[in-house]
């Protein structure tokens, strides 16, 4: 357990060595302030039954961000091990390919949770500027949170796993938004669906990131996504831990 | 410390090493030579559980390098070609790091890392950034990394590789150091620097072992490689076939230099014919400027048994 802790810290402090982090906070921070402001001038136009929380997370502009997030922080990961050599130093030390998978997978968890911290000072700054009571609720924080972390674990462990394939971080960039914006689009078919049957259309609706951030967002918490991040983020770690060991037979 | 038994390893089409077999008991630093592209570091990255062989055995220290790849790698130090370091650390922090991987920790842990600082030489460069370190610094810390969980044995692939002469004979010092506790198997291309630090010689070409001894007894069969140089002034032009005369001598071949001839006798393997030569000279009054015995170096070993037409 040491030597996992001993890949983790230094999976999480590598993002800071470079600039990357910086630059990725800078991004992120950029992006997501302005659609809060767009969600707050959105609230100000005149009544509304949407909480500030729906305006910042049910809207086009987050998940433009979101789905960028990945493979910038997840890139790295593997690629570069691969492409600098650092991988036989690493293997040849007495670790195990599984304590390898994991670290990575935790550090740039760990990263992306770092990334939202900032946000929830709009929400505190929205509170105390505004003492607009009805516009911000508890379960909705939650909700919403909850649902960044397990959309987090999931699409880190996609990212992972292209950076596991490949030893150029571009192409594991590339592998990473594609993966995951088929993802974010399939819960979209719904819409274009119209002549489908309607559980077909509540299948794909089941699995929308979008359609689960909007009840989330309002503070309802289903167990349902949960229950899909938890096992969807299992298997991606167990192929990537599965690809990571062919490194062995194709070396 | 190391045995390996009948190893292969095939890449798709092409076998890297065929059936090699060879032992490293503890204590010995012996030399892994061969041309490029010979299996050495296949070979190398094969005991370090880096990748696995097509069939065969390898152990370390008694445990199987697959299925004790673990324990294995715990008493192993290696040092893997161009030593991949992470640019973006410091030196210490990197050696810290390492160290913990290697299940160094508590008090130990900064004694084993000022330790190998002090001994490969990096203490004045302890607080720099890896990346913005010379190659001859690089290679020191990727030697003390290989030193740092004070391991039975070091495997090193080239470790002087793209160091100057200074650097490669400070490298060549501490590596003999090294050897008075440690069991050392390395590579390289560097033939005298075999010669000065091994005690032994593994020459693998193709794949294959060519020979596995020390390099003085590698040199006593190849003496016929080298051979006498005699510069005389024989005055007859039969001094070539007079020469061949001699029991033992193999051939002999002459330049002119002006009215001075520089012949060089090739003799059969352990074979000292000076004394012979000598007298021969003397019988038939040939002026002599220049008798001595040119030894074979390993240089000559290397290239007669991995010479290829």
Not at chain 1, 201 to 206: K, P
Not at chain 2, 278 to 299: N, Y
Request: hydrophobic content about 45%; some cysteine; overall charge neutral.
């Amino acid at each position: 357990m040491t030597k996992f802790f001993t890949l983790l810290g230094r999976e999480v402090k590598s993002f800071f060595y470079s600039p990357i982090a910086y630059v990725v906070m800078c991004f992120i921070l950029f992006l997501t302030g302005f659609d809060f402001w767009w969600g707050v001038s959105l609230l100000d136009r005149g009544p509304s039954d949407m909480t500030v929380v729906q305006a910042f997370f049910d809207t086009f502009f987050f998940w433009m961000t979101y789905v960028l997030i990945f493979p910038l922080i997840t890139m790295r990961s593997f690629s570069e091990e691969f492409n600098l050599g650092t991988i036989e130093s690493l293997m040849t030390a007495p670790v195990k390919d599984w304590q390898v998978v994991m670290a990575k997978w935790m550090g740039c968890l760990i990263f992306y949770i770092i990334l939202w911290i900032p946000t929830t000072v709009y929400f505190w700054v929205f509170t105390w500027a505004t003492q607009a009571q009805a516009a911000h609720a508890p379960g909705a924080y939650a909700g919403s949170y909850l649902l960044l972390l397990l959309m987090g674990m999931f699409y880190c462990s996609v990212g992972c796993f292209a950076s596991v394939l490949t030893k150029n971080q571009i192409i594991a960039a590339v592998i990473s938004l594609v993966m995951i914006l088929v993802l974010l689009f399939a819960g979209l078919l719904q819409y274009v669906m119209l002549d489908v049957s309607g559980t077909m259309r509540d299948v794909f609706g089941y699995f929308s990131p979008i359609e689960q951030m909007s009840s989330f967002s309002n503070g309802i918490i289903d167990s349902r996504p949960i229950a899909w991040y938890l096992t969807m983020t299992t298997l991606m770690l167990v192929l990537t831990y599965q690809v990571f060991q062919t490194r062995k037979w194709k070396v | 410390m190391i045995k390996v038994e009948n190893l292969t390893k095939k890449y798709a089409g092409f076998t890297a090493i065929n059936n090699i077999t060879f032992e490293v008991g503890k204590g010995e630093i012996v030399g892994f030579l061969g041309p490029n592209g010979a299996g050495k570091s296949t070979t190398m990255r094969i005991l370090s559980s880096f990748m696995p062989a097509t069939s065969g055995k390898a152990s370390i220290a008694g445990y199987d390098v697959f299925e004790k790849s673990m324990e294995a790698r715990t008493r192993l130090g290696y040092m893997p070609e161009n030593v991949p370091l992470y640019m973006d650390m410091r030196v210490t922090e990197y050696l810290a790091y390492r160290a913990q991987l290697k299940g160094v920790t508590g008090r130990r842990l900064k004694e084993r890392v000022g330790d190998v600082k002090e001994l490969c030489g990096l203490k004045e460069v302890q607080n720099r950034i890896i990346g913005t370190l010379s190659k001859g610094y690089r290679q020191r810390v990727g030697l003390a990394d290989a030193l740092v969980h004070e391991p039975d044995l070091l495997i090193l692939d080239e470790p002087t590789i793209g160091l100057d002469p200074n650097q490669i004979r400070s490298v060549r010092e501490l590596i003999k150091n090294l050897g008075k506790h440690h069991t050392i198997l390395l590579s390289t291309h560097i033939l005298p620097e075999v010669e000065a630090t091994c005690s032994r010689v593994i020459i693998i070409n193709r794949g294959r072992i060519e020979a596995s001894d020390t390099p003085d007894n590698l040199r006593r069969q190849l003496r016929g490689a080298g051979g006498i140089r005699l510069e005389a002034n024989p005055g007859t032009d039969d001094a070539v076939a007079e020469l061949q005369k001699i029991a033992g001598v193999k051939d002999v071949t002459v330049q002119e230099e002006g009215e001075w001839k520089r012949f060089l006798v090739r003799a059969d393997a352990n074979a000292d014919l000076r004394e012979e030569v000598f007298r021969l000279a003397a019988d038939r009054k040939w002026r002599v400027r220049e008798l001595s015995q040119r030894g074979a170096t390993l240089e000559d070993v290397f290239v007669e048994m991995t010479h290829t037409e």
